[in-house]
């Protein structure tokens, strides 16, 4: 199973960036999928997540931020627009899916490499 990650750069204060992940190999299904972020000396926080029926947003990415996946379940997607100085960051992807383990679903988490947001004043 691979995350690929893409997207992310620097812009200025008040633009918009677009992430995604695309998750590839032998998968049954992908449940839950999310994004988080890292800031230099700060701890991982959750960012956003999608399930099936639902999505989650941290407070301060509310109204600016977007989670969405594509059809397939497969591609997860972070729309960011009015990006503030403080959403700098190195962004990771993390998925809950069944793999397929000598044909028996296997449950595991993973991480998308991450990729690095810079958001400038």
């Known amino acids: 199973v691979q995350l690929q990650a893409c997207g992310g750069g620097l812009v200025q204060a008040g633009g918009s960036l677009s992430l995604s992940c695309a998750v590839s190999?032998?998968?049954?299904?992908?449940?839950?999928m999310g994004w988080y972020r890292q800031a230099l000396g700060k701890q991982r926080e959750l960012v956003a997540a999608i399930s099936s029926t639902s999505t989650n947003y941290a407070d301060s990415v509310k109204g600016r931020f977007t989670i969405s996946r594509d059809n397939a379940g497969n591609t997860v997607y972070l729309q960011m627009n009015s990006l503030k100085p403080e959403d700098t960051a190195v962004y990771f992807c993390n998925v809950d899916l069944l793999y397929n383990d000598y044909g028996v679903p296997a449950a595991h988490n993973y991480w998308g490499q991450g990729t690095l947001v810079t958001v400038s004043s």
């Open positions: 190999g032998s998968i049954f299904s992908i449940t839950n």
